[in-house]
């Protein structure tokens, strides 16, 4: 995913930051103090593990900085979020292998 991402902002003239929690809220709320005193133009962010509030992120909206949630993700806001169905995707990796002739998984 980061891959993609770091090819598109290239493309279009912007650096790209990137910052992990380590699954930590604290880590999180840090992270989105740092990139806001930054001026960053925008964020693509999945939630950490031990999210409980986005709280941390108001501050971006507050100033029309555009956030793009991904991969874990709060449902109940107005925010922008990508997600994958894993369902689907497992389906059809199951189905493109048995269309492949395999019967069995490997021992």
Known sequence: MLAGVERVTAREGYDLIIAHSSESFDK??????NLFHKRVDGLI???AFET????????FTDRG???I???RVERNNDYTVVV???YKCGYEATK???DQGCKELPT
């Open 28 to 33: 999180e709320v840090a992270n989105a103090r």
């Open 45 to 47: 962010a999945s939630l």
């Open 52 to 59: 409980r509030n986005l709280d941390h992120f108001k501050q």
């Open 65 to 67: 900085i555009p956030i």
């Open 69 to 71: 949630f991904f991969d």
């Open 84 to 86: 994958i169905d894993n």
């Open 96 to 98: 493109h292998l048995i």
